[in-house]
């Protein structure tokens, strides 16, 4: 995923109150973040981007590099990037807890006025208009019953937001620069249904082989459960995704999730599963790991445990990416015994991770030129005992890059 994208639909996922960090998926995108993090691929990168319009949510983005497919040749991709939150308020109406002799009790002292719950998320201030328009109804009710005559306080009454029909629409086009004139287009739509459920399609399509991969999720998210159910059209594969909040604590701001994931694929026949559990808290509480995740995958014998330290680990810029921490990762095929061991490390919008491994290190550093440019470099070099010996460093580059990025 590009950086772009993810820093738009940080943006959306906020305005929406959608907590990405309380998805199956953020368990190992945290470290992907710091181990396994792009560094630009070319020797030079031009990125332009920028808000087309200023009163709506509306991005563009254009890429130009050498291509990676032909020499001499230039490749780029165009992407564009429009969001629209609808926010509402909605009356909701639920059974109460009193059963039918508090309800008499309540009934016969006239002095108690019917008790009016709020969400206490609810902070933005409303036009009269709106709320007598959302709220009436409901509100002759709550004085004079239903058709059903039934007891008015057998009902509580909850206002609370509603994002539904808001939607997130991304689309991308890669020219690959090749004689071919091949183009590769993938997007991504977002469409809330309630405030806890959304719809995530994702599609890539190939003009060489003229074929069309999807893959949709529907979500579900609430204060202790998230939910996932998947479909992908390459392998027909079906999967379900879960994770819960089994021990939180507002205090500490420390948190222990469990969750795990089913699927399999028709096409080829592979099953897969795995469970994984993460607990996380503040720098501020010592004596603690900050965060510590494990993954188990049963069929396939993996067991990937990883460890890090997060400088204000729930409250940072994620359109800049300065934080600091660092992470290791650590991984082992129970059935072969083979294991990788991986160490990351951020200092602001400096990267640096070893792979102990295959002695691979990846670094990747970002200046700010000015509030609209930024400049990166990173690389990929191999760890050898020749690597002192060699006069030019850049003979263990594997890969190496600069990107000039203007944000408008």
Same mark, same amino acid.
């Given at each position: *995923?590009d950086?772009?994208?993810?820093?738009i639909?940080?943006?959306?996922?906020?305005?929406?109150h959608?907590?990405?960090t309380?998805?199956?998926?953020y368990?190992?995108?945290?470290t992907?973040?710091?181990?396994?993090f792009n560094?630009p691929s070319t020797?030079?990168?031009?990125?332009l981007? #920028?808000k087309?319009?200023?009163n709506?949510?509306?991005?563009?983005n254009?890429d130009?590099?050498?291509?990676?497919?032909?020499?001499?040749q230039?490749?780029?991709?165009?992407?564009?990037?429009?969001?629209?939150?609808?926010?509402?308020?909605?009356?909701l $109406?639920? $059974?109460?807890r009193?059963?039918?002799?508090?309800i008499?009790?309540?009934?016969?002292d006239?002095?108690?006025n019917?008790i009016? $719950?709020?969400?206490?998320?609810f902070? $933005?201030?409303?036009?009269?208009n709106d709320y007598?328009k959302?709220?009436?109804?409901?509100?002759?009710?709550?004085?004079?019953?239903?058709?059903n005559?039934? !007891?008015?306080?057998?009902?509580d009454?909850?206002?609370?937001?509603?994002y539904?029909n808001?939607?997130f629409?991304?689309?991308?086009?890669?020219?690959?620069?090749?004689n071919? +004139?091949?183009?590769?287009?993938?997007? *991504?739509?977002?469409k809330q249904?309630?405030?806890?459920?959304?719809l995530?399609?994702?599609?890539q399509?190939?003009?060489?082989?003229?074929s069309?991969?999807?893959?949709?999720?529907?979500?579900?998210?609430? #204060?202790?459960?998230?939910?996932?159910?998947?479909y992908?059209t390459?392998?027909?594969?079906?999967?379900?995704k879960m994770l819960k909040?089994?021990?939180?604590?507002?205090?500490?701001?420390?948190?222990f999730?469990?969750?795990f994931?089913?699927w399999?694929g028709?096409?080829?026949?592979?099953?897969h599963?795995?469970?994984?559990f993460?607990?996380?808290t503040?720098?501020?509480?010592q004596?603690?790991?900050?965060n510590f995740? *494990?993954?188990?995958?049963?069929?396939?014998g993996?067991?990937?445990?990883t460890?890090? *330290?997060?400088?204000?680990l729930?409250?940072y810029d994620?359109?800049?990416r300065?934080?600091s +921490?660092?992470?290791?990762?650590?991984?082992?095929?129970?059935?072969s015994?083979?294991?990788?061991?991986?160490? +990351?490390?951020q200092?602001?919008q400096?990267?640096? #991770? !070893?792979?102990?491994?295959d002695?691979y290190?990846?670094?990747?550093?970002?200046?700010?030129?000015?509030?609209?440019f930024t400049?990166s470099?990173?690389a990929v070099m191999q760890?050898?005992s020749?690597?002192?010996?060699?006069?030019?460093?850049?003979?263990?580059?594997l890969?190496y890059g600069?990107?000039l990025?203007?944000?408008?």
């Amino acid at each position: *995923m590009d950086s772009y994208l993810e820093d738009i639909l940080f943006l959306y996922n906020r305005d929406t109150h959608w907590d990405e960090t309380f998805t199956y998926s953020y368990i190992i995108k945290t470290t992907n973040d710091l181990i396994r993090f792009n560094i630009p691929s070319t020797p030079f990168k031009l990125s332009l981007s #920028a808000k087309t319009t200023e009163n709506s949510n509306t991005f563009s983005n254009f890429d130009i590099y050498k291509s990676q497919f032909k020499n001499q040749q230039l490749q780029g991709h165009i992407s564009y990037i429009i969001y629209n939150v609808n926010e509402s308020i909605e009356v909701l $109406k639920q $059974k109460n807890r009193h059963n039918n002799h508090n309800i008499n009790i309540i009934n016969q002292d006239k002095d108690i006025n019917p008790i009016i $719950k709020i969400n206490q998320s609810f902070k $933005k201030s409303l036009h009269i208009n709106d709320y007598i328009k959302n709220f009436s109804d409901y509100y002759k009710d709550l004085l004079i019953g239903n058709q059903n005559n039934e !007891v008015q306080n057998s009902y509580d009454y909850l206002r609370t937001k509603s994002y539904k029909n808001s939607k997130f629409l991304y689309g991308k086009m890669l020219f690959t620069g090749d004689n071919t +004139g091949r183009s590769i287009t993938s997007g *991504m739509y977002i469409k809330q249904l309630s405030l806890n459920t959304r719809l995530m399609m994702k599609f890539q399509s190939d003009s060489t082989t003229q074929s069309l991969n999807s893959t949709s999720s529907l979500q579900f998210q609430n #204060a202790n459960k998230f939910m996932e159910l998947t479909y992908n059209t390459t392998e027909t594969l079906i999967g379900f995704k879960m994770l819960k909040k089994i021990w939180n604590n507002p205090l500490e701001k420390s948190c222990f999730k469990l969750g795990f994931e089913v699927w399999h694929g028709f096409k080829n026949f592979t099953p897969h599963s795995s469970i994984s559990f993460q607990y996380d808290t503040v720098s501020s509480q010592q004596g603690k790991p900050l965060n510590f995740s *494990m993954d188990i995958n049963p069929l396939l014998g993996h067991l990937i445990v990883t460890f890090g *330290m997060w400088e204000n680990l729930h409250h940072y810029d994620s359109i800049h990416r300065k934080r600091s +921490g660092m992470f290791s990762h650590f991984f082992l095929n129970v059935y072969s015994l083979k294991s990788k061991l991986n160490i +990351g490390y951020q200092y602001k919008q400096l990267k640096v #991770a !070893v792979n102990f491994t295959d002695r691979y290190l990846r670094f990747k550093h970002g200046l700010q030129l000015s509030d609209k440019f930024t400049l990166s470099f990173g690389a990929v070099m191999q760890l050898d005992s020749d690597l002192l010996n060699n006069i030019n460093p850049l003979d263990n580059m594997l890969n190496y890059g600069l990107e000039l990025k203007y944000i408008g």
